[in-house]
């Protein structure tokens, strides 16, 4: 598979605009200049992330110093599942999650305590910028999705992955598998060893997987077909967030917290080659490789569009109605209002 454009999606990069950019600006100059802010003064962020490419504004906001030049004293944590973030947030354990956690959990987490979460940044895929795909093995005879009938099939843990697997697999008529849960990293090493034959999996595996010549993509960017409808639709789904008790205990943090995530952003967006490389030490791909990974697109909470939410929420509908969710949960009600 050729490497995705890695241009982001043409309507957000239209509203990221100057005005916006003068903005951001703003606020990380107010936070510089606020006494005791460059010796990180203010509490701790503990951040949760998964080894996937989508965290990727995140790690370079780390490795570029951009919150050290905030005063934020912030530590990345790394987990194996969202469910394991989601519950760490609610448990007080961490202070927020990096982009590429799972919406879907983080909408289960919002129906356990309402109102817990503050979305301030997703990571919307599609065929242009591909984030998860059906993998096999390189040699393998399958074509479609529906070759897979009666095979052993992999996803991520936790219900997001689940979920949209079996939804994936039964739209590509492959009804009734139960996909076997393992961690992301393992995905291609199963493929590889025959433990399974396929995998719904996450970037960068099917990078990984691809350059060391043991598997190859089936099909990119299922979610929005299978799912969504529609391969060029926006799936929302991962998500950067802040917990609305940080949030409000610490509104002046957050915002400079904010401001120095979305600077980690537009360096992804206008100098993604100089970025790739920190992919490195937080995935599984090393910094000789990182530049062949496609990445998602980014969208700021002030820059999500109607279509935006509108396939926002027809994603989290989709959760309701295979009762995953309990009660119908409105995004919007789970955006940070700066």
């Given at each position: 598979?050729?490497?995705?454009?890695?241009?982001s999606?043409?309507?957000?990069?239209a509203?990221?605009?100057?005005?916006?950019m003068l903005?951001?600006?703003?606020?990380?100059?107010g936070?510089?200049?606020?006494?005791?802010?460059?010796?990180?003064?203010?509490?701790?962020?503990?951040?949760g992330?998964l080894?996937l490419?989508?965290?990727?504004?995140?790690?370079?906001?780390v490795?570029?110093?951009?919150?050290?030049?905030?005063?934020?004293?912030?530590?990345?944590?790394?987990?194996?599942?969202a469910?394991?973030?989601?519950?760490a947030?609610l448990a007080?354990?961490l202070?927020g999650?990096?982009?590429?956690?799972?919406t879907?959990?983080?909408?289960?987490?919002?129906?356990?305590?309402?109102?817990v979460f503050?979305?301030?940044c997703?990571n919307?895929?599609n065929?242009d910028?591909?984030?998860?795909?059906?993998?096999?093995?390189?040699?393998?005879?399958y074509?479609t999705?529906?070759?897979?009938?009666?095979?052993?099939?992999a996803?991520?843990?936790?219900?997001?992955?689940?979920?949209?697997c079996?939804a994936?697999?039964?739209?590509?008529?492959?009804?009734?598998?139960?996909?076997?849960e393992l961690?992301?990293?393992q995905?291609?090493?199963?493929?590889?060893?025959g433990q399974?034959?396929a995998?719904y999996a996450?970037?960068?595996?099917?990078?990984?997987g691809?350059?060391?010549?043991?598997?190859?993509?089936?099909?990119?960017?299922?979610?929005s077909?299978?799912?969504?409808g529609?391969?060029?639709?926006p799936?929302?789904?991962?998500?950067?967030?802040?917990?609305?008790?940080f949030?409000?205990?610490n509104?002046?943090?957050s915002?400079?917290?904010?401001?120095?995530y979305?600077?980690?952003?537009?360096?992804?967006r206008?100098?993604l080659?100089?970025?790739?490389?920190?992919?490195?030490?937080?995935?599984?791909?090393?910094?000789?490789?990182?530049?062949?990974?496609?990445?998602?697109?980014?969208?700021?909470?002030?820059?999500?569009s109607?279509?935006?939410?509108r396939?926002y929420?027809k994603?989290?509908d989709?959760?309701?109605?295979?009762?995953?969710?309990?009660?119908?949960?409105?995004?919007?009600?789970?955006?940070?209002?700066?």
């Open positions: 598979m050729s490497r995705a454009s890695n241009k999606i043409p309507l957000h990069d509203k990221y605009s100057r005005r916006h903005k951001l600006g703003g606020a990380l100059a936070a510089l200049a606020m006494p005791g802010l460059a010796r990180a003064a203010g509490p701790k962020i503990r951040v992330y080894p490419s989508a965290g990727l504004p995140f790690y370079a906001a490795e570029k110093g951009y919150f050290k030049e905030a005063g934020l004293d912030v530590e990345p944590v790394r987990f194996s599942s469910q394991q973030i989601m519950e947030m007080g354990r202070e999650c990096a982009n590429g956690t799972g879907a959990t983080l909408g289960i987490g919002a129906i356990a305590e309402h109102g503050r979305v301030f997703t919307p895929s065929k910028h591909i984030l998860e795909e059906i993998l096999v093995g390189k040699a393998s005879p074509k999705i529906a070759d897979l009938k009666g095979k052993k099939i996803c991520g843990p936790g219900i997001q992955n689940t979920t949209l079996k994936i697999l039964e739209g590509g008529g492959v009804p009734g598998i139960k996909p076997v961690p992301y990293e995905h291609v090493a199963a493929i590889a060893a399974v034959d995998a996450l970037e960068p595996m099917g990078t990984l691809r350059l060391n010549g043991s598997t190859r993509v089936l099909e990119p960017a299922v979610v077909h299978y799912v969504l529609d391969p060029s639709a799936w929302h789904g991962g998500a950067a967030v802040l917990t609305a008790a949030v409000e205990a509104p002046q943090v915002k400079q917290y904010i401001a120095a979305l600077r980690g952003v537009d360096l992804v206008h100098s080659d100089s970025t790739l490389v920190y992919l490195s030490g937080y995935t599984p791909i090393t910094a000789d490789l990182a530049k062949q990974v496609p990445m998602a697109a980014y969208a700021s909470y002030t820059e999500l109607a279509d935006d939410l396939y929420q994603f989290y989709f959760f309701s109605q295979k009762g995953v969710f309990s009660e119908k949960v409105d995004v919007t009600s789970m955006l940070y209002k700066g």
